[in-house]
């Protein structure tokens, strides 16, 4: 799977197996690999909040996730299977308090006991590529 674009921002989740990137990026620019991906829905809190899983359908192998609670067509890709993953480092790390001890972040990426606010983290470039998308301008 490649990205034909930059990311608009990379969160690596350091607690989850054990460090997570998720690249938030348009759905225009992520270019699946050769097999076709699947998806399946996984439900919310209180039954709103749901998100749509893909996968590949060959390893099953999850791919990126839609939240839809997100507006715009923004997909949150697994940097770990991008045929270069190397070429993407997290602009931030999330949930450090789920940490495992022996993992030592890098000094000066913003990390967060949990999440953040887009507006107090995310670059000037970044929110307008986001207010872009929402607009349906992407
Ligand atoms: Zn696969």
């Known amino acids: 799977m490649r990205l034909q674009g930059d990311p ?19 759905g225009k620019f992520v270019e699946p690999g050769p097999v076709a991906p699947k998806s399946f829905r996984l439900a919310g ?20 996730s839609r939240y839809h609670i997100v507006p715009g067509d923004c997909l949150f890709v697994r940097a770990g299977t991008l045929d270069t993953p190397e070429a993407v480092k997290p602009d931030v790390h999330i949930y450090t308090r789920s940490k ?4 030592m972040l890098p000094e000066g990426v913003p990390a967060f006991q ?5 507006d107090e983290v995310w670059s000037p470039e970044s929110r ?8 349906g301008q992407a």
């Not at 608009?8 to 348009?26: K, T």
């Not at 809190?45 to 990126?64: K, N, R």
């Not at 307008?128 to 607009?135: H, W």
């Open 100 to 103: 495992l001890p022996w993992l």
């Open 128 to 135: 307008e590529r986001l207010r872009r998308n929402r607009a």
């Open 45 to 64: 809190g209180g039954g709103q909040h749901h998100h749509d899983v893909f996968f590949c359908e060959a390893c099953g192998t999850t791919l990126w």
């Open 114 to 118: 949990t999440g953040y606010k887009i």
């Open 8 to 26: 608009v921002q990379a969160d690596g989740e350091p607690a989850d197996r054990p460090c997570l990137i998720n690249i938030w990026i348009e």
